[in-house]
């Protein structure tokens, strides 16, 4: 079946350490993929997509993704975390009709 | 510029009543998203509508559930009996159809039903 696979459930990391969080696909073609951030109590926001060219993408907040074609996967990056960084992360892909990873719960710790 | 624009924010009701979610999608947008986030679950696709008509209600969980956009601009998802599995935050989404296919995601409804 089409799907993204997010395969950490819960990642922490100290203040000012870099960050990658893991997303793999499962389409036949290359699909639009997409990460989103949920803060508690608060909607989806987007942080950045993928379509097609530069492998690398750079998204709101400072993190960017990394397109792998030859690993599916779309990985979400940041160099250096900030305590508001905290909420939960989703990855999701698709064409028409998008799917939505299960979700990564970022903390951050001091 | 307006979001996508969810009522009410919170609800509570007694099994067995009905419960009516709204929402108003970005203006312009021809996509519109229906979702249902729990702890167990996640989030999952309940139906999305295009120009206003459902393309894909195959995550609605039973016929308890049913859903209308009547316009452009409104939507919404009622649940006739409600029960106390459907507590859960509900959220509304909208894309433009220039093949970029990002939704942009109302707050959501939480629903709790007792």
């Known amino acids: 079946a089409q799907s993204v696979t997010q395969p950490d459930i819960h990642i922490t990391v100290s203040e000012g350490a870099s960050l990658e969080l893991r997303c793999n696909y499962s389409?036949?073609?290359?699909?639009?993929l997409f990460w989103y951030v949920q803060s508690p109590g608060q909607g989806l926001q987007l942080l950045l997509k993928y379509f097609s060219g530069d492998t690398l993408v750079q998204g709101i907040k400072g993190f960017e993704a990394e397109f792998k074609r030859s690993q599916s996967s779309f990985n979400l990056r940041k160099p250096s975390v900030h305590w508001s960084d905290a909420a939960e992360y989703f990855c999701s892909g698709g064409y028409q009709k998008v799917t939505f990873g299960t979700g990564t719960k970022l903390q951050v710790i001091p | 510029d307006a979001g996508v624009i969810q009522s009410p924010r919170h609800e509570v009701t007694e099994m067995g009543q009905e419960v009516t979610l709204r929402c108003k999608p970005i203006?312009?947008?021809?996509?519109l998203f229906w979702y249902r986030q729990t702890m167990m679950r996640g989030l999952e696709l309940l139906i999305y509508f295009n120009n206003n008509v459902p393309i894909d209600d195959s995550g609605m969980p039973e016929d308890r559930f049913s859903a209308k956009m009547p316009n452009a601009s409104f939507s919404t998802l009622k649940i006739q009996p409600s029960e106390p599995r459907d507590s859960a935050v509900y959220f509304c989404a909208s894309s433009s159809n220039g093949a970029t296919y990002e939704q942009y995601f109302g707050p959501g409804t939480r629903l709790t039903v007792t």
């Open positions: 203006s312009g947008h021809d996509y």
């Open positions: 389409y036949g073609a290359t699909p639009y």
